[in-house]
Nanobody, 120 residues
Framework: QVQLVESGGGLVQPGGSLRLSCAAS????????MGWYRQAPGKQRELVAS???????NYADSVKGRFTISRDNAKNMVYLQMNNLKPEDTAVYYC??????????????WGQGTLVTVSS
């Protein structure tokens, strides 16, 4: 079983910065893709940024140039550095991981979510 634990959310003023962290725990697995999604009140969950093993990254147009995703593969961690935050970035942010176990069974897991509020 793989579990994800997020941290780093909170209240920040417009123009401010936050860094989210997500740690994967368990045994006998390897992760291919780690990413961040968000869900604002009344809206569908959307991809914010993702990172594929090997270095490829993908960003939502709305966060390009402001957010940066990074990974520490040795620690099974993923980070989201968020700069120049806007009120429309307010949402619950979820960590996501996809990979496989040693028996070749694939998995996809989600974190519990961390709230980011951008407000003056």
């Amino acid at each position: 079983q793989v579990q994800l634990v997020e941290s780093g959310g909170g209240l920040v003023q417009p123009g401010g910065s936050l860094r989210l962290s997500c740690a994967a725990s368990g045994s006998g697995f390897s992760i291919n893709t780690m990413g961040w999604y968000r869900q604002a009140p009344g809206k569908q969950r959307e991809l914010v940024a993702s990172s594929i093993s090997g270095g490829s990254t993908n960003y939502a147009d709305s966060v390009k140039g402001r957010f940066t995703i990074s990974r520490d593969n040795a620690k099974n961690m993923v980070y989201l550095q968020m700069n120049n935050l806007k009120p429309e970035d307010t949402a619950v942010y979820y960590c996501n991981a996809r990979g496989s176990f040693r028996n070749s069974r694939n998995f996809e897991v989600w974190g519990q979510g961390t709230l980011v509020t951008v407000s003056s």
